[in-house]
């Protein structure tokens, strides 16, 4: 099981050699955003949580994703900083009315489902993390993390089952992943819980 970023970071090395090409966005490289970006992000957005903070100094999210999952809202711009910036702009995306609703921002995706951090307690937890329904801008999001922290482990555990399973037994795959989010505490929220099994479903078919 991936039980720290230490380790996911690890294992993203061998993902990204996976294929015939070195795919350098599956790598989640030790190395984050350096303290003048950071200091530059407090100072345009000074709202992110500092649970989110914390991952992005310590690991590169730009740019980077986990299977299906980008860790940052955008690949337009060299610096975690400015896609973040860019996207959590009115104009940048449909869900802004309801993003600001829950007080969050938006910071990475699955696939077309945009994901978000809460940044002020308006309707939930600060630091919690959220998945809105891209088809669907008015459905209410579901807290898929208690953390962005504990959304990259329960995402990097996915893909590492999918990973060692998917030339055997891919039902055997899920089992594992949702006894996994069990560990990860994500099972005590039954909501999250059911978002992350249809992700796993999708995944593991």
């Known amino acids: 099981m991936i039980a720290t970023l230490e380790e996911l970071a690890e294992h993203s090395k061998a993902w990204a050699q996976w294929g015939r090409r070195f795919y350098e ?6 190395v984050g955003c350096p303290w003048w970006e950071v200091a530059w992000l407090r100072l345009r957005m000074p709202e992110l949580p500092q649970s989110y903070l914390q991952v992005a100094r310590r690991y590169q999210l730009n740019g980077r994703c986990i299977g ?3 860790l940052s809202p955008g690949r337009l ?3 975690l900083a400015c896609n973040l910036i860019d996207w959590n702009r009115p104009k940048a995306n449909p869900h802004w009315d309801q993003v600001l609703e829950h007080g969050a921002r ?3 995706s699955n696939e077309a ?3 978000a951090v809460v940044c002020t307690p308006a309707k939930h937890v600060v630091g919690e993390v959220l998945m809105f329904d891209h088809d669907l801008p008015a459905k209410e ?3 898929i993390a208690a953390d962005f922290e504990t959304f990259m482990l329960a995402a990097g555990n996915a893909y590492a089952l999918f990973y060692e399973y998917r030339d055997t037994n891919l039902a055997a795959g899920l089992s594992e992943f949702l006894e996994r989010l069990k560990v990860l505490g994500i099972a005590n929220n039954p909501d999250s819980f059911r978002a992350w099994r249809q992700v796993g479903e999708v995944m593991f078919t």
């Not at 966005?25 to 030790?30: L, T, Y």
């Open 25 to 30: 966005p599956a790598w989640i490289k030790p």
């Open 68 to 70: 299906c999952f980008e």
């Open 77 to 79: 711009h060299k610096s």
């Open 106 to 108: 938006f910071v990475a």
């Open 113 to 115: 489902e945009p994901i």
């Open 141 to 143: 999001p579901v807290v």
